[in-house]
């Protein structure tokens, strides 16, 4: 069965202000810039990236049954009548989809944070499912390139549409949130991620502080109280003329409070009082942090008129995404043990919250709590201080086995107590062997680090090796 029309191709070109030499007749089912992924009456964006040029691959994406090409320059070989020419492609994407935001009459939130952002984004995505269709991004599409696409991939009947907005510089956030308008804002938190763009988390806040800037009139901001920048937060949304504010935490004064949280290994047993309205309910993927991002998705539910109830009860289904939390089973001998990935990034702030979710973790029979951990990137001159600093999570954890890879990990390495010491590499891959020496039955393994220090195919070793 084929998906839904998305455009009439006359209604693409319009938005785009395209030219076309084949008319204007025939159907978009679908967006795509990856011509490896494209499917029939897809219409293909050949976008200009830093290392490829997506003109290179229009003939394929033609051949696997795109039903036309957006381009900036003539391509050889292929069918004109086949084209959409602009003078940009991702200023004539970034059309397309502020089109498919203005005929879309859905509630929209928009999630911004230095960590938690895509994990939330599901967690509204289930629960918002109780309630009515749901439109949001298929993975982490939060830049300058994912957020008009996923716009653009947008159907016009929907109830409710949900975008993660990220940001490694200031004013990155503007232009996207302007062209997501949404009636709901989410801040997940404001942590020391990305210090190599910035001089000091103070203009973290002030650039996650711009998602207000495109709230439509009488939008909502929802708010961890916990945070260092709550104050900060709400003073700029009250400039910005945001009508609401929602505060979500354990503080007594949270308008969404925590009241009590049992952490399992792999769940969270969650009791809340939202607005006066206690409710109790499960998170189906372990974690304190993925509680506190509960209380911002129940929020926004009640903000955007969902049924607060059944989202609630749809979190016990709630998993934590690829890389950030996902858990596997390892086949050890006759028996297993458990592997968590997050291997999709780290700072210090997700590193705590990551060892707090192995402290938690329940390693079987003789089985051992083993954190493998690389480094984590872009925070500049914190980095020293950021990766030493991280000893006492580990003790509280009580970790029993720690495997390190990486320069910046190296200051953490020598504080080390011997007794825990697994193995340390400069670099991750090298670790491959040790690690899978130490894995025993009933063990909890835990792999964390930024992308760039390249802890997923250590993922992809235990995997391979332990099936």
Not at 54 to 82: F, I, M, T, W
Not at 91 to 112: D, E, F, H, Y
Not at 359 to 368: I, K
Not at 390 to 410: I, N, T
Request: net charge negative; aromatic share 6%.
């Amino acid at each position: 069965m084929k998906p839904d029309i998305l455009w009439q191709v006359s209604e693409a070109i319009l938005a785009m202000e395209a030219q076309s030499a084949c008319g204007s007749e025939g159907a978009i089912r679908g967006i795509s810039i990856d011509s490896r992924t494209v499917q029939e009456d897809d219409l293909f964006f050949a976008i200009l990236g830093d290392q490829l040029d997506g003109h290179d691959y229009v003939e394929n994406a033609l051949a696997q049954g795109a039903c036309a090409a957006v381009v900036s320059r003539p391509v050889e070989g292929v069918d004109p009548e086949k084209l959409l020419s602009v003078a940009d492609t991702l200023v004539a994407l970034n059309r397309l989809g502020i089109a498919a935001r203005a005929r879309n009459a859905a509630k929209v939130i928009a999630v911004t944070g230095s960590v938690g952002k895509t994990g939330t984004k599901e967690g509204l995505r289930l629960a918002l499912e109780k309630s009515g269709l749901v439109h949001a991004a298929v993975a982490s599409f939060n830049n300058h390139w994912g957020v008009p696409l996923t716009l653009a991939r947008w159907p016009q009947k929907c109830d409710f549409g949900i975008f993660e907005i990220g940001m490694n510089h200031a004013n990155e956030i503007t232009p996207l949130v302007k062209m997501v308008r949404p009636h709901i804002a989410i801040i997940t938190n404001v942590a020391p991620v990305h210090l190599m763009y910035f001089s000091s988390v103070d203009e973290i806040a002030k650039a996650k502080a711009e998602i207000f800037c495109g709230l439509e009139p009488g939008g909502t901001a929802i708010l961890n109280r916990e945070n260092p920048y709550f104050d900060y937060l709400v003073d700029a949304a009250r400039q910005a003329g945001v009508a609401e504010i929602i505060s979500v935490g354990e503080h007594k004064d949270a308008m969404v409070r925590l009241v009590n949280c049992d952490l399992y290994g792999d769940k969270s047993h969650v009791s809340v009082d939202l607005m006066g309205q206690s409710i109790t309910y499960d998170v189906g993927a372990p974690g304190k942090h993925l509680v506190v991002n509960s209380l911002g998705v129940l929020a926004a539910v009640k903000a955007a008129g969902g049924n607060v109830k059944l989202a609630a009860a749809a979190l016990q289904d709630w998993k934590a995404p690829v890389g950030r939390g996902a858990q596997h089973r390892l086949k050890v001998g006759e028996d297993s043990a458990v592997l968590i990935d997050e291997t999709f990034n780290a700072n210090p702030t997700s590193m705590r919250a990551a060892l707090a979710t192995l402290a938690s973790a329940n390693p079987h029979g003789n089985g051992r709590r083993i954190a493998v951990i690389g480094d984590m990137l872009e925070l500049g001159e914190i980095s020293k201080d950021a990766h030493r600093e991280l000893l006492q999570p580990l003790l509280d954890a009580k970790v029993d086995k720690v495997f390190a890879a990486g320069s910046h990990m190296r200051f953490l390495w020598d504080d080390i107590p011997a007794d825990i010491k697994g193995a340390y590499a400069p670099d991750a891959i090298s670790l491959e062997q040790n690690l899978i020496e130490a894995v025993q039955p009933g063990d909890v393994v835990m792999i964390k680090g930024s992308k760039g220090s390249r802890l997923g195919p250590l993922v992809d070793a235990l995997l391979t090796y332990f099936r």
